[in-house]
């Protein structure tokens, strides 16, 4: 079974990098994610900016063009950000808009409605979240009604599952990624969430896990499909993502 790597972070040194909150990430090539999951069936995924990189688009043009054309990208961009520019990335690769509500580098969580409708209207492109139970709670109502959203990590907290719950009921969109990251069962969250909408999760391998107190291992895919089985793994693990980063198999 083929997959595709919902949530991946490649981390170029010879690209701008920033300290955040006195953190700066080892480097994590393209080629370094090549080899480390060489062993495993992924020939397609999502490069994820992450805190880190904050607006910089150099390493992702680079790394989408060095991994190939079944590779995505998901941004970081100022609201300010000319329609012009949205539609070179879009050529590029990139598919959707990140907000990173838990460790900053994105654009504010004030311009999230505006800005998720505009790149939604004008590239089809989604947005993502990362954000922990509280950011969420506070977003809910809005996050219900945008066009095409997705949150990472599961949500992060136990007590955020009822609302996830509720999320995806709603047609949010959630990466079953960063199991390292969680304070409860990954894989019995999954299940129910499938249950719920079938359509709805998305595995991701979120390497290389920075900050993460534990990182991703190989047993976490081969767990997951071993609890989803059959048909659900490989929505879970492939055709949700393909489908909803723009793919058409």
């Not at 080629?31 to 805190?51: E, F, H, N, P």
């Not at 992702?60 to 012009?84: I, R, W, Y």
């Not at 299940?191 to 976490?220: C, W």
């Not at 767990?223 to 879970?236: E, F, I, N, S």
């Amino acid at each position: 079974m083929n997959i595709f790597d919902a949530h991946l972070h490649i981390i170029d040194p010879e690209f701008p990098l920033y300290e955040n909150k006195g953190f700066l990430p080892e480097a994590f090539t393209h080629d370094q994610y090549i080899k480390r999951v060489k062993s495993l069936s992924i020939t397609s995924g999502a490069v994820v900016s992450g805190s880190f990189q904050k607006f910089d688009q150099s390493y992702l043009l680079h790394a989408l063009k060095s991994l190939g054309d079944q590779f995505v990208g998901v941004t970081q961009l100022p609201v300010s950000v000319s329609d012009q520019e949205l539609i070179r990335l879009n050529e590029a690769g990139v598919r959707a808009l990140r907000f990173n509500v838990r460790r900053g580098g994105s654009e504010s969580v004030s311009e999230l409605s505006y800005f998720a409708e505009r790149v939604y209207d004008l590239v089809g492109w989604h947005v993502e979240l990362y954000a922990d139970h509280p950011s969420l709670r506070s977003l809910a109502s809005t996050l219900e009604h945008l066009p095409a959203v997705s949150v990472d990590h599961l949500g992060l907290n136990k007590e955020g599952i009822p609302l996830l719950k509720r999320l995806v009921e709603h047609g949010v969109k959630v990466k079953a990624t960063g199991f390292g990251r969680l304070d409860f069962d990954a894989l019995g969250l999954i299940s129910q969430l499938y249950e719920i909408n079938p359509d709805g999760v998305m595995f991701g391998t979120d390497l290389p896990s920075t900050r993460a107190p534990k990182p991703f291992e190989d047993k976490h895919i081969y767990d997951l499909v071993a609890c989803l089985g059959g048909q659900a793994a490989k929505k879970v693990c492939w055709s949700n993502a393909r489908n909803f980063y723009g793919f058409r198999d």
